[in-house]
């Protein structure tokens, strides 16, 4: 019995030479395209700073706010965590030795009271002291890792776009903190304020002693 068996010729047609370099050809151009866009994107982030932060709508701390009333007075408080921190003002405040404190005082009394920022810590931070800590830097990202950071180096080049990107960058932060931030302050009858002091970072619970002065 004999058998005849078909074979699509097509199916078993070897590429020539000339198809298998272009096909080589055509891949060494889309892996050329990857790594060129890749550099892109390197040299984009690497040269191009922005300052992104979330609003104070967007936050829950004041859900847990601590409240004290003393007659007319009243002071409420509450302590970011380091993650709320890093999303509210965009830095990483916690690793600079920073915690932020919200702080509401409400004067219902009749007369007109001081606040000091010194009887919360001392050795408070100013919020453009604690934006200044949190700045970003042109040329740390090419040392900050040691050897490791020599990759970077042969982006150098784009230092000044990062310089001039950065500079943009920090000066939003410099605003955002003073506008978030609140200083020694006089509260006249039926006033109040509301805003962060930034202190030294302690761990576990944290006490904020407010004091006011009565000067009239």
């Known amino acids: 019995m004999r058998k005849h068996i078909a074979i699509d010729a097509r199916s078993t047609r070897v590429p020539t030479r000339s198809k298998l370099c272009a096909r080589q ?15 892109i994107l390197v040299m984009f982030q690497v040269g191009c700073v922005s300052y992104h932060h979330a609003s104070i709508a967007e936050m829950s701390f004041r859900q847990r706010l601590t409240v004290e009333t003393d007659g007319e007075i009243r002071v409420a408080a509450a302590v970011l965590a380091a993650d709320e921190a890093r999303k509210l003002f965009g830095a990483d405040l916690q690793s600079h030795g920073v915690q932020a404190v919200w702080l509401e005082i409400q004067n219902g009394s ?32 090419f040392y900050e890792h040691g050897i490791f950071s020599l ?48 202190t030294r970072a302690d761990a576990g619970i944290k006490k904020i002693p407010v004091r006011l002065v009565q000067t009239s």
Do not use: C
């Open 25 to 39: 050809i055509s891949t060494a151009m889309q892996r050329g395209r990857l790594a060129l866009l890749g550099l």
């Open 110 to 141: 009749h007369s007109t009271l001081a606040f000091f920022m010194r009887s919360i810590d001392p050795h408070y931070f100013s919020p453009r002291e604690a934006a200044h800590l949190t700045h970003v830097s042109v040329i740390k990202p």
């Open 151 to 198: 990759p970077m180096w042969p982006l150098l080049p784009f230092v000044p776009l990062r310089a001039v990107t950065a500079a943009k960058a920090n000066q939003e932060m410099n605003e955002y903190f003073d506008d978030s931030g609140i200083g020694n302050e006089l509260l006249s009858p039926g006033e109040g304020i509301e805003g962060f002091v930034f």
